[in-house]
């Protein structure tokens, strides 16, 4: 990977490479862009294979959460982080020394709890920063309000493409069944929608069909059922080549980050099987505005308000891409540039 070519592309302004020998520390923290405000975005672990991957998802990730917090109206950044570790030797002293670099940044980014950070490890990263967010205790954790997030932009998905505002008896597939996934299944089941489900946690697969009644598949076959919304709870990537002809669903509404493999041949393959995709980094920015809401002092009232928000920027989105033949993922760029652009500019006409 050619690096300053790299991120020059994807408009990165700061990559810090965080290394330490005493803990062993390999992480790093993707600055992607801070015209709205301070870049924000949550931690998160991972064994990657090499460093590149763990680079890529930094950036990437990062670049997602400029997107997030313009589309969702919120004056922060975009930031991301990962540790390259596995989550077996995770250690108090990690995430002590990792809190210690962030707190260097001196507000510049502000971080939460991603995959296979617990909110302990978050407790321990915030003995050493005060830049740190979603902590139990101030919000309650930000999965369910993401929950409640996806939740709501499904709603706008099926309306917009299948043209009813009843849930109902709709057949939805949920990968994924963690702290977000487990949450949404809960509002489907109270709306009387019918779950497909799939984890490859086999007590969660359990438990959902317990409380819900659902339908457990194994994970490879959830992308070809015969149902009305695949929602895609678990990992980034998942929508590509190979999963793309196996799709019946038409309309893809989830929360993980970075659904689609490659946004530029992934996003138009979705447009042309006419599959309605709500852009992950727009549905899924309930866990953002909550820490937010932490930040600036808890109001959980406020905080719904603005989760509220989310179905009708979707709405927009589903039809801005329909007047002028674009992905919606090109039309949520397209307003979050907008939002970015306005802010640069009236910030440089404060400077003339
Ligand atoms: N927690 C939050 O507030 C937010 C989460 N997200 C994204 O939403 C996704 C889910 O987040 P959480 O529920 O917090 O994570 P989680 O770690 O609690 O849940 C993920 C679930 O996916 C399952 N899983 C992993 N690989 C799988 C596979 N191949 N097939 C089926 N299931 C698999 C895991 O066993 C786990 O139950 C992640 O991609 C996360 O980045 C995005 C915005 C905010
Ligand atoms: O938890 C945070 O710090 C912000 C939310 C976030 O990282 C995300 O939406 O992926």
């Not at 990559?15 to 993707?30: Q, R």
């Not at 862009?33 to 870049?39: I, N």
């Not at 205790?137 to 309306?159: D, I």
């Not at 932490?294 to 009232?301: C, R």
Request: hydrophobic fraction near 40%; aromatic fraction near 6%; charge should be negative.
């Amino acid at each position: 990977m050619n690096l300053f070519e790299t991120v020059t592309e994807m408009g990165h302004e700061q990559v810090l490479f965080c290394n330490g020998k005493d803990p062993e520390i390999k992480a790093i923290i993707a600055i992607h862009d801070t015209s709205l405000g301070p870049a924000m975005g949550a931690t998160r672990l991972l064994p990657y294979p090499n460093e590149e991957a763990a680079l890529k998802d930094a950036l990437r990730l990062s670049r997602g959460m400029t997107y997030k917090a313009a589309c969702a109206g919120i004056p922060v950044g975009g930031g991301k982080a990962v540790i390259i570790a596995n989550p077996e030797n995770k250690t108090q002293d990690l995430f002590k020394a990792y809190g210690r670099f962030v707190e260097r940044l001196n507000g510049r980014f502000i971080t939460g709890q991603d995959v296979n950070l617990t909110p302990n490890d978050v407790r321990a990263i915030s003995r050493e920063t005060r830049y740190v967010v979603g902590v139990e205790e101030r919000s309650g954790g930000p999965a369910p309000v993401t929950a409640w997030g996806v939740f709501l932009g499904l709603k706008a998905a099926v309306k917009f493409r299948l043209q009813t505002q009843d849930l109902k008896g709709l057949k939805v597939a949920v990968q994924g069944l963690g702290n977000v996934g487990s949450n949404l299944c809960r509002h489907l089941h109270e709306h009387g929608s019918q779950l497909f489900v799939t984890d490859i946690s086999k007590e969660k697969t359990q438990e959902l069909k317990r409380l819900y009644g659902a339908t457990i598949v194994e994970p490879d076959e959830i992308y070809s059922l015969d149902v009305d919304v695949l929602s895609p709870c678990a990992l980034g990537g998942i929508i590509n080549s190979e999963t793309i002809p196996q799709i019946k669903a038409s309309v893809i509404a989830g929360a993980a980050n970075n659904q689609l493999g490659l946004e530029q041949i992934h996003g138009p393959m979705l447009s042309a099987k006419e599959i309605l995709y709500a852009p992950d980094y727009v549905i899924n920015a309930g866990g953002l505005i909550n820490v937010y809401n932490e930040m600036i002092g808890y109001d959980e009232d406020r905080a719904f308000q603005q989760v509220h928000n989310i179905y009708d920027t979707l709405l927009e989105i589903f039809d801005r891409a329909k007047k002028q033949d674009i992905t919606t993922n090109d039309a949520s760029k397209q307003l979050a540039d907008d939002r970015i652009n306005r802010a640069r500019h009236i910030k440089a006409m404060a400077v003339v």
